[in-house]
């Protein structure tokens, strides 16, 4: 099937298994979809780990036996996409998009459902930005005619990103193929992956070791809409290795919360930013206090845990449910599709704006703070409508040691 293109952009799916590592046999079917620029030339990727996956499907078991006889999954029937369409902020530096869905068993009476702290997802998302990068958009890549016409990327440069749970996940794919590698070593999550397609007789992708370095994703940026946790023995180990590994590299890194996110303030072990300098956090994980940790957080006035969705949900919907979170007194955190959609959508474009063509970011830690990005965010209401929180020394964005960079 062709890609549909829209205003010189195509956007298509691809269906692909991948293997964690060639030593274990431990596999996981992903279903990708990729927004590119037709005239195959993009400058970067923005990949996107997404929130609450398939968990709203609760047919899903039945639905995936009947699929095994039927050559079909109901993880495909999902699309990411629609919830995050941030494709307006890729257009100007003529970027592309991704996400990547998946089915993991997080535990054996609830199969469908990811609650984060598991760093496997954000390695898929690892594997699949090298897939775009190395084949481009199609599922043949044993073809090298399919691939020249189907590669889209001009570089390797990824920035990764992602929302709720999908912004922890996001944080072991930012921080490249050899951490992810050395982490998973010492853990259950080794990490070599080989890629497949879903063909009748699957062929598959050399183990990504073996890629050349052009060929991987390389991690030029992170962006954390109120990251979600769950650094549980249950439910996965949680993602502290890898925001230990982040606060040493050096490359921009934005972290958004709401002011009325529960699930992410409250809910999410550790909670993503607090007040309290005394409470263990994600962030004081990303920018351990007189660090030199680029890691950069904001925070959104009546921002909630699903304002940043372009499609409502309803599942979603009940991380603000007021009747159980008390954050915002006044009970008016924003709704999907809204201001803080809207927000969203310009910070990815004033993020993407800071990079030069087909290169990582080529300034020092004091160029990231002094960016037009940071210095948009750092006000009152960078877009006009809605509103930061300010920190205590009156600024709207905080970091470590504020005096490396006055």
Known sequence: MNPIVINDYCFDRISLWIKYSPNIPSYVEVAVEVFYPKNMDANGLLMFNHGFLIGDDLLYIPKKFLGMLLNDTPLFAKNPARYYNYTEAIVEKNWAMAFVTASHIESQYIPWTDFGGNPRVGQEAYAVASYLIKYGATNFFKSQSAVDKAKFMNSNNVIFSGHSVGGAHAQAAAVGF?????????????????????EAL?????????????????????????????????????????????????????????????????????????????????????????????????????????????????????????????????????????????????????????????????????????????????????????????????????????????
């Open 178 to 198: 050899d951490k992810l590698r050395e982490i998973g070593d010492d853990s259950r999550f080794h990490y070599d992956p080989i890629i497949y397609n879903r």
């Open 202 to 406: 699957p062929a598959g992708t050399a183990k990504l070791s073996t890629w050349d370095s052009s060929d991987r994703a390389l991690p030029v940026g992170l962006v954390q809409l109120s990251p979600v946790d769950m650094t549980s023995s249950f439910l996965g180990f949680g993602m502290q290795r890898y925001r230990e590994a982040l606060s040493k590299i050096n490359m921009p890194n934005l972290m958004i919360v709401g002011q009325c996110d529960c699930a992410a303030l409250q809910d999410s072990s550790p909670p993503a930013w607090s007040s309290d300098p005394s409470v263990n956090t994600e962030f004081l994980e990303e920018a351990p206090v007189g660090s030199k940790s680029w890691a950069v957080v904001g925070r959104v006035k009546r921002g909630s845990h699903c304002g940043y969705l372009t499609v409502n949900n309803f599942l979603c919907n009940q991380a603000d449910n007021q009747e159980n979170c008390k954050l915002c007194p006044s009970g008016d955190a924003y709704k999907s599709v809204g201001p803080e959609m809207e927000f969203t959508t310009e910070l990815f474009k004033k993020m993407i704006a800071i990079y030069p063509n087909k290169a990582p970011f080529d300034k020092d830690f004091c160029g990231w703070i002094k960016s037009p990005c940071l210095k948009w965010l750092n006000k009152q209401s960078p877009d006009g409508t809605i509103e930061m929180m300010p920190f205590p020394d009156s600024t709207y964005i905080d970091y470590a040691s504020k005096s490396r960079c006055p």
